[in-house]
């Protein structure tokens, strides 16, 4: 019995207790403002685990793709900062998109999509940019078209990397 009181003694209980809840914390924006994600102010914008900068269960893809947005002039378009959005949270919904449409298409590789189904989940993605996600920052800014660009990342042969750009999405 004295061995356990001993034991329970050394064990740092307000480390322990303060890691246990930094595990759970949330981070919006900068990672000196936290939140419990609690209320509907608070917003659940990304989680950080302990000891990684990458999220958990990510997947890594051989040819990863990412999306981004930009004018009608082809000037991009700032997503975190024009439009409150984090561009991981629209390369999210654009897979999302995607993968329900091979679903539906009966096919489980997304980047053999015919362009007119990747156009569609493009579509789908902008709609809601424009009408549920970022509504007040496009019409305060008055942002006219909106595209949508997927960016495929290969390595050939010879080791270079090469990039296929393909516009997905115009509203």
Same mark, same amino acid.
């Given at each position: 019995?004295?061995?356990?009181?001993?034991?329970?003694?050394? /064990?740092?209980?307000?480390? %322990?207790?303060?890691?246990? /809840? =930094?595990?759970?914390?949330?981070?919006?924006?900068?990672?000196?403002?936290?939140?419990? %994600?609690?209320? +509907?102010?608070?917003?659940?914008?990304?989680?950080?685990?302990?000891?990684?900068?990458?999220?958990?269960?990510?997947?890594?893809?051989?040819?990863?793709?990412?999306?981004? =947005?930009?004018?009608?002039?082809?000037?991009?378009?700032?997503?975190?900062?024009?439009?409150?959005?984090?561009?991981?949270?629209?390369? &999210? +919904?654009?897979?999302?998109?995607?993968?329900?449409?091979?679903?539906?298409?009966?096919?489980?590789?997304?980047?053999?999509?015919?362009?007119?189904? &990747?156009?569609?989940?493009?579509?789908?993605?902008?709609?809601?940019?424009? &009408?549920?996600?970022?509504?007040?920052?496009?019409?305060?800014?008055?942002?006219?078209?909106?595209?949508?660009?997927?960016?495929?990342?290969?390595?050939?042969?010879?080791?270079?990397?090469? +990039?296929?750009?393909?516009?997905?999405?115009?509203?």
């Amino acid at each position: 019995m004295q061995n356990v009181r001993n034991l329970i003694a050394r /064990f740092p209980f307000k480390t %322990g207790i303060t890691v246990g /809840f =930094l595990c759970f914390v949330i981070v919006r924006h900068e990672p000196t403002r936290l939140g419990l %994600g609690f209320g +509907k102010d608070s917003v659940k914008e990304a989680e950080f685990y302990p000891l990684s900068s990458f999220p958990m269960y990510s997947k890594f893809s051989s040819n990863p793709i990412y999306v981004y =947005l930009t004018d009608v002039n082809d000037d991009p378009i700032a997503c975190h900062k024009r439009l409150g959005v984090l561009a991981s949270e629209l390369k &999210k +919904k654009y897979d999302k998109e995607l993968r329900i449409v091979a679903k539906r298409e009966g096919t489980t590789s997304i980047s053999k999509l015919a362009p007119r189904l &990747k156009a569609e989940a493009g579509m789908v993605t902008l709609r809601w940019l424009r &009408k549920e996600r970022a509504t007040e920052a496009i019409a305060e800014q008055n942002i006219g078209p909106i595209l949508l660009h997927e960016v495929i990342l290969r390595r050939d042969e010879g080791n270079e990397i090469t +990039k296929a750009i393909t516009l997905v999405g115009e509203l």
